[in-house]
């Protein structure tokens, strides 16, 4: 038979009826030697590397040979006859472009390859994209191995597979990136990404390849839209076939109704099938449609049936979606894996935005690893006991030659090596059993295993994960390959550590149960390879596998948190906890009837119901659950104003219950407010008759109207008249008071307003003066004391004499005359400078110059002429120069300056004369003031005689009293006021 490029056959070839021959003979030299060897005590069979020679020599078999040859014979393909009788791994047809579904199936344990890699994974080996409702069909051509495959992130898996039989299939984890050097020139890439080979990989032959393993976070996957690449749209991923009945969209609908994304709707379908339908390998096919025979009509099917189903369900959503074939990960055995025919598998892959493809299982694990152990148990009874077990025990036992160039020397060394560790490993197992039974022990299958199971949470929270870790009793070994179930749901495997992690189910306790695989326990007891493995589960199948069971109560304190308060109609929050952390997925029902499902925080948003009184939230889970009662009451809004009126504002009050709303929103118009913590908020009316208020509180919203606005304008404007009306009447007809007397209240109220502020500034200035005089009293006192202090250490009890009373009494009555005195002369002085007085000369005891004191006085009355502003921060000379940027005579302005400036810095003391200059200048200063100015000066004058109690007499006519005057010359009675303080 001949070949094309792609490995195809090309249909052309004759039969060898010679090597046909050879083989009958071999088979019937075989099987007699399984009948009389057995009888004849443990002699062996040569003759099988003969064997293996004459299968080199016979014509490769042809890849899709099996499926064209059942559309010959009238299967699937040429007619409505079922195909039953095959193994799972012949269904499912990898080699060929079209994977027809057929009827029942049964199991073959035989080993088709071994993957040596850090890590397991479903070996795919075929993609498919087009249903015609009977069979897969795979579209697309296929192209030579020239590179990297996929750009594909993820972390990178080699595998170095081994074929334990002729393979027309790659199997590789997806997605496959690059296949090492010496098997590229031998492959093909179909236009789905998957490898293919274009000659048979014989047996003992293998290759390399390397995957890229994504594993993005469900998270990540459920934030996914549905931004798809165009180019999806080259293959039939979302194709379903023709005539796809209403009732199978409507179911599919129904199923993913609460789904959004697609992956949700992914995992819905997923959970129903798992859920929904057996796993059995005996099935009848149905006609027309598989899928929708499967999901209306059919109970149970085996994983073809489900990935099909799975497959045209989320197509009919246009979920892209493509149906894959493979095996499940197999045996673990040292550091590789063995997959068997019964590892043959189907399954499904959803595209997901931005994620690539992602696998899913719609079939049920459980069910299917139950259904496989009983029909292998079934197989044990018999096929294992005939020449296919003989064959392969006694070709492990012995030297294989190699078939191929690409055999090596090393590796006969290295079977060799193998070979004799398993005479040695089946000959320690004979000893060992003949001792055990003679020494009274029991047998294997009587033999109890029970192992220990310990938890690194011992109190778990339900939805937490959680590690299992399985060891031999008493030793403490662990267990590896011991299968761990969570009640009835199975986790998973046991690694080398004997540890495998699961997800706590939501129940308040649950039971760990491990199963120790016949697999494990044979190898255990009896030390075997991987290659006495090959029939091993099937022998120990007889075996009574002990089970450990241990129950855990878990930390299932669950927590329901929302307003005690909610408005009718109004979306509630709501926020589940269970162990002290969120409850995600858990069904919230309002009253019994389910409103909502809580996110992965645990929180959930729920309608409330439309009439008031009590609502019931419950959140549950599985066996756990919460639940707290919500009084639904409506809001309120009450306008806190006895008269609104347009244009004006007004206060609010936004309340709920009984308790006010804080950061509500409030409308008026469209202009909006927020309430404060008391519930209250300040808006304005419009100038309208009505207005309409808003308040929203949890989505919904709540109306008052406010009218009569323009009536109640009207009301006050003629409250307001009548009042003033009613008042005007009462004073004139009352009191008197006319017109007149109205227009002089401004007046009135100016000069009352002036005395105040003079009988202010008079009592000020006499409480400075007094303070200053007992502070001048006080220094005088403490130089009193120093002095009497120095003449009692100088004279000793002679200067007692000072402190006499009467001595006392005469200091005191000479200090206040003296006093009166200075204040008198002060004031003259002052007068005397405006020709209204006398000038005193200068003390002779050689105290402080009267007229220095007169001259200061001067130098306020001329402060309070100019009135500079900030007169405390302003030195002499900036006075000056602003009374002659007001106008004042330069000259005039600069005797004044320079006489205040040479006595106050101790430059000179000034003489009558330059103080008659300063006077001269000072009346020339008030000239220019007007009347203001001289007003300003004589209340000075006045104001020093009245604080010594004594003045000189001063000419009436000179005397005015004018309210104006006051008026004018306030302002400068404080500028003057600041200088004085300031001098």
């Known amino acids: 038979m001949e070949w094309n490029e792609l490995g195809e056959p090309t249909g052309s070839g004759r039969p060898d009826w010679g090597q046909f021959g050879l083989v009958v003979v071999a088979i019937v030299i075989l099987a007699l030697s399984a009948v009389v060897l057995p009888a004849l005590g443990g002699v062996t069979v040569a003759g ?64 088709q390859f071994t993957v040596r ?189 489900f990935a099909t189903t799975m497959a045209q369900m989320l197509r009919v959503e246009d979920v892209p979606t493509r149906y894959v074939t493979g095996y499940t990960t197999g045996e673990r055995v040292d550091d590789e894996y063995v997959v068997r025919e019964s590892n043959a ?163 308040n306790s649950f039971t760990v149960r491990v199963e120790p695989s016949a697999t494990t326990q044979q190898s255990a007891a009896r030390g075997v390879t991987r290659a006495a493995l090959v029939g091993a589960s099937t022998r120990a199948s007889s075996n009574e596998t002990a089970e450990t069971a241990t129950t855990v109560e878990t930390d299932a304190a669950t927590t329901l948190e929302a307003q005690a308060v909610a408005v009718p109609g109004a979306e509630l929050a709501v926020t589940a906890t269970v162990g002290g952390g969120p409850l995600p997925d858990g069904a919230v029902l309002v009253d019994g009837g389910r409103r909502a499902t809580t996110d992965a925080a645990g929180t959930a948003r729920v309608a409330m119901p439309e009439k008031v009184g009590n609502a019931t939230i419950r959140v549950e889970r599985g066996e756990i659950g919460a639940e707290r009662t919500v009084t639904v009451v409506d809001a309120a809004l009450e306008l806190d104003s006895v008269l609104p009126l347009p244009g004006r504002t007004v206060d609010l009050e936004f309340t709920h219950g009984d308790s006010p709303v804080d950061d509500g929103t409030v409308l008026v118009d469209g202009e909006a407010a927020v309430t404060t913590a008391n519930g209250t908020a300040t808006v304005g009316l419009p100038v309208a008759n009505e207005a309409t208020i808003e308040g929203r509180l949890d989505g919904t919203t709540v109306e008052t109207t406010v009218g009569g606005l323009y009536r109640n304008a009207g009301l006050l404007a003629v409250a307001l008249v009548g009042g003033t009306g009613l008042v005007g009447r009462t004073l004139v007809c009352r009191y008197g008071i006319t017109a007149e007397t109205i227009r002089s209240l401004p007046a009135i109220a100016r000069r009352r307003s002036r005395r105040a502020i003079e009988l202010g500034r008079k009592v000020g200035q006499t409480v400075v003066d007094a303070v200053v005089r007992v502070a001048e009293r006080l220094e005088g006192f403490g130089r009193w004391c120093r002095s009497v202090v120095r003449s009692l250490v100088a ?50 005891n050689g105290g402080e110059s009267q007229v220095v004191l007169t001259l200061r006085d001067c130098w306020r009355a001329f402060v309070k002429l100019v009135q500079p502003p900030n007169v405390r921060t302003k030195t002499p000379g900036e006075i000056g120069r602003y009374a002659i940027e007001r106008g004042f005579s330069e000259s005039a302005v600069r005797t004044v300056v320079d006489a205040f400036r040479d006595t106050e810095y101790g430059r000179s003391t000034p003489s009558e004369e330059r103080l008659e200059q300063v006077g001269v200048a000072l009346r020339s200063v008030a000239t220019e003031t007007e009347q203001s100015g001289r007003d300003a000066i004589e209340r000075a004058v006045d104001d020093s005689t009245r604080l010594i109690g004594e003045t000189t007499p001063v000419d009436e006519d000179e005397t005015r009293d004018s309210s104006v005057s006051e008026s004018e010359t306030g302002d400068g009675n404080e500028a003057a006021n600041d200088g004085e303080a300031d001098g």
């Open 48 to 111: 099988v590397d003969g064997l293996a020679a004459v299968d080199d020599e016979r014509d490769v078999p042809q890849f899709g040979d099996e499926s064209e040859q059942r559309a010959e014979d009238g299967g699937v393909d040429g007619s409505d006859e079922e195909i039953d009788g095959e193994t799972l791994e012949e269904t499912i047809d990898h080699g060929s472009d079209r994977s027809p579904i057929g009827g029942s199936v049964d199991l073959s344990q035989d080993v």
């Open 117 to 305: 890699a850090e890590r397991g994974s479903y070996w795919r080996t075929g993609v498919y994209d087009r249903f015609t409702g009977e069979e897969w069909v795979r579209t697309g051509e296929r192209s030579p191995y020239a590179g990297p495959i996929t750009d594909s992130g993820g972390e990178r898996l080699t595998q170095t597979v081994t074929a334990d039989t002729d393979l027309v299939v790659m199997p590789a984890a997806a997605d496959p990136v690059a296949v090492d050097d010496t098997q590229a020139r031998d492959t093909v890439v179909s236009a789905h990404g998957q490898p293919h080979p274009t000659a048979q990989i014989a047996e003992g032959d293998g290759y390399a390849i390397e995957s890229a393993i994504a594993d993005p976070a469900p998270e990540a996957l459920r934030a996914a839209g549905t931004d798809y690449p165009d180019s999806l749209d080259e293959f039939e991923y979302r194709q379903v076939p023709d005539g796809v009945s209403s009732e199978f969209a409507e179911r599919t609908e129904a199923i993913t109704e609460d789904a959004d994304t697609p992956y949700e709707k992914a995992t819905a379908v997923e959970a129903y099938l798992r859920s929904s339908k057996e796993y059995s390998l005996e099935v009848d096919r149905p006609d027309g449609d598989v899928a929708e025979a499967f999901l209306l009509e059919m109970d149970e099917g085996y994983c073809v049936y």
């Open 345 to 507: 598998h189907a399954w499904v892959e959803v595209y997901v935005p931005d994620h690539g493809w992602v696998a899913f299982e719609p079939t049920p694990g459980d069910d299917r690893d139950d259904t496989h152990s009983a029909r292998l148990e079934e197989l044990g009874e018999g096929e294992f006991d005939d020449d296919h077990f003989e064959e392969r025990s006694e070709d492990d036992g012995v030297v294989d030659e190699p078939r191929d160039a690409h055999d090596g020397e090393g590796d006969d060394g290295h079977e060799e090596d193998r070979t004799g560790e398993r005479e040695d490993d089946w000959a320690t197992e004979e000893e060992g059993t003949d001792a055990g039974e003679s020494a009274g022990e029991p047998e294997a299958n009587e033999t109890e295993t029970a192992s220990v199971v310990a938890l690194d949470d011992p109190s778990p929270t339900p939805g937490s994960e959680v590690e299992v870790t399985v060891t031999t009793r008493p030793t403490g070994d662990p267990v590896e390959s011991a299968v761990v179930f969570f009640d009835d749901d199975r986790i998973g495997v046991t690694d080398a550590d004997g540890t495998v992690s699961g997800t706590v189910p939501y129940k």
């Open 795 to 844: 004279e000793g009890v002679a200067a007692l004499a000072v402190t006499h009373p009467l001595r006392l009494a005469a200091i005191a009555v000479d200090a206040i005359a003296a006093l009166r005195d200075a204040s008198g002369k002060r004031a003259n002085a002052l007068a005397s400078v405006f020709g209204r007085g006398r000038s005193v000369p200068n003390d002779a």
